[in-house]
């Protein structure tokens, strides 16, 4: 298999799909097992003690990786998804998750989610209040960028060569 060198990125822009599209179902187990990652995401790579994210978020987020997952050989268990995080000073990785360990990811989705500095009332704390906090309190914002990578090359894609 080879990694294709230009990525497919969508950067929410919910209007291009029709919701109903999507079983519901997927899209909430799906959601929960977002919700999990970033629990686990939230003491180990985050070190804070709280992490708010908008309502609609994560079934968002789940909406589009099924949408990204229909045309792959495999649906949705050929997916590995990396989930990142991006403050004003770093973007770092802070979670992988494979979505059926028994089955060969065909396809490779990079989640960005992004640090909200605008509504996040604990920016503004001096530094040794922050310190009195449980850890302190991340504000993630709506947007949200997500990369797919394939990881195969198609017969139609070998003949455009």
């Known amino acids: 298999m080879e990694v294709l ?6 950067a929410n822009n919910y209007e291009a799909f029709q919701q109903e599209e999507i079983d519901d179902s997927a ?3 799906l959601s929960n097992r ?5 629990r686990a995401a939230k003491s180990a790579q985050l070190a804070c003690g709280e992490v708010l994210l908008p309502s609609d978020l994560l079934p968002n987020v789940a909406r589009d990786i099924l949408r990204l997952a229909e045309v792959e050989p495999y649906g949705l268990k050929g997916c590995t998804l990396f989930i990142n995080f991006e403050t004003d000073q770093e973007c770092r990785k802070i979670a992988t998750l494979t979505c059926d360990p028994n ?7 990079y ?4 640090q909200d500095f605008r509504h996040s009332w604990h ?12 850890g302190g309190t991340i504000m993630i914002s709506r947007g949200f960028t997500l990369e797919k990578k394939r990881l195969y090359r198609t017969y ?3 003949l455009k060569e």
């Open 5 to 10: 060198p230009n990525p497919v990125v969508f």
């Open 27 to 29: 899209c909430i187990l």
């Open 34 to 38: 977002l919700e999990q990652e970033l």
């Open 103 to 109: 089955t060969v990811s065909t396809f490779e989705l």
């Open 111 to 114: 989640l960005t989610l992004r």
């Open 123 to 134: 920016s503004l704390l001096p530094q040794f209040l922050k310190n009195l906090t449980k």
């Open 156 to 158: 139609s894609d070998s």
